[in-house]
């Protein structure tokens, strides 16, 4: 099995950390990159040919499909990070069975989470206080994404497998060719046929399912440990209570980060649709800026899990603090671009002069938030690949709801600080994540990891 499949397995508990640190993160940065270009270029194309009704509706109906594909990342995070350390142990038949656990697990998750949104989509989106000129559309584009769930979570499920083995490469070939044929399909169906979100969402699906495709083709060709046959969808009941342990903790932190941005996207809806459009297009552009911390993250997350699996405790606190400082060296000069150009950076984003002023006062705001994310991203790395994900549970409770959401009403309504109050939430709740995931790890209880404990 170790032959068969050597060339997706990349031992991360060797060589230097800083090359092994950057030889990983390069790829998962360039996948995340092109996974935030489906999401922009969605919005753009849609501002550019339909309009800010269009624009209003694929944001909000938007966050709310990545909230449910949210449950998908959680999942599969918790089966690469078993992955990962059953890799550094060389418990090779494990590692095995928990892939196939997880695919079958987070294909049926799939399904009946599909069946719960498609029909009760619009009722959603009611909640939401979406501008009643984007509302049809969002409810259309939110259940043809609903229908394509499936092929985002088998994505997830893949590309988690590999990632936990060391490979970082062919997530990026993947995600690539999706991205492409993404973008092509939205210029056909909404620039070309005046479709508008429907476009957005059919393109969006028809590259994920292409995706996930080439990928189960080329991997089950290349020999790979899951040969993607209807009989070898098998569920390992041990180790789905183990993907569970840590899967589940971490869809719920998910869900809740993504809960308390629909929240407040739900305040900034209540300001009328150039607004919503507005904060839609500056929160796609937060999301390129805070993606080499969150890359790095993951990076360090899979390089501890190996490591901590091996018992390499200090070489996992070692790839912590290189992650840390990596981030700082890409997230600090953006900080600075955006403190210095937001006008510039929204008109890029946008012709409409309301958007563009609106978008430009939302982003100064939010920007702070790249002074903290380094340490809480690094810090979470860390917490994440011990598979402690009960923590990160508790700080994206104390982040998300106890401080996010109150501080975004108190700021933008109490202050009257308004769309500006609801940016400044943001790095207020990343600093109170830092104080807490620190202590945390001051404490040492991340020392013993998933696979060990009894």
Known sequence: MDKQNSKFQNDLTQGNVTGQLLRFSAPFMLSML????????????????SGEATVAAVNNGGQLAFLVTSIAIGLSSGGTILIGQFFGAKRMEEMQKTASTMLSALLITSIL????FIPFGSTFLRMLNVPEEGFREAVLYLIICMAGLPFIFLYNAISGILRGMGDSKRPLYFITGACVANIILDLILVAGFGIGAAGVAVATVAAQAGSVAASAIYLRRSGFMFDFKPKSFIIDRDKLKMILRIGIP??????????????MTGLVNGYGVYVSAAAGLAGRFNGFAIMPAIAVSNSVSMMCAQNLGANLKDRALQTMK???????VIGL???AVVQLFSFEIMGLLSQSPPVIEAGSVYLRAFSWDYLFVPFVFGFIGLVSGAGHAHIIMINTLITSVLVRVP????LSRTFGLELSGVGYAAPVATFAGVIFLLGYILSGRWHVVAIHRR
């Not at 270009?37 to 194309?45: K, N, V």
């Not at 501080?407 to 108190?410: E, P, S, V």
């Open 250 to 263: 971490s869809s719920f932190s998910q869900v809740a980060v993504n809960l308390s941005f629909l929240i």
């Open 113 to 116: 989470l599909a069946l719960i």
């Open 407 to 410: 501080a975004a009403l108190l």
């Open 333 to 335: 000069p953006i900080l």
């Open 34 to 49: 092109i996974q935030q270009s489906y999401s922009m270029a969605d919005l753009l194309i849609v501002s550019y040919f």
């Open 322 to 328: 290189i992650g840390i400082i990596m981030s700082m």
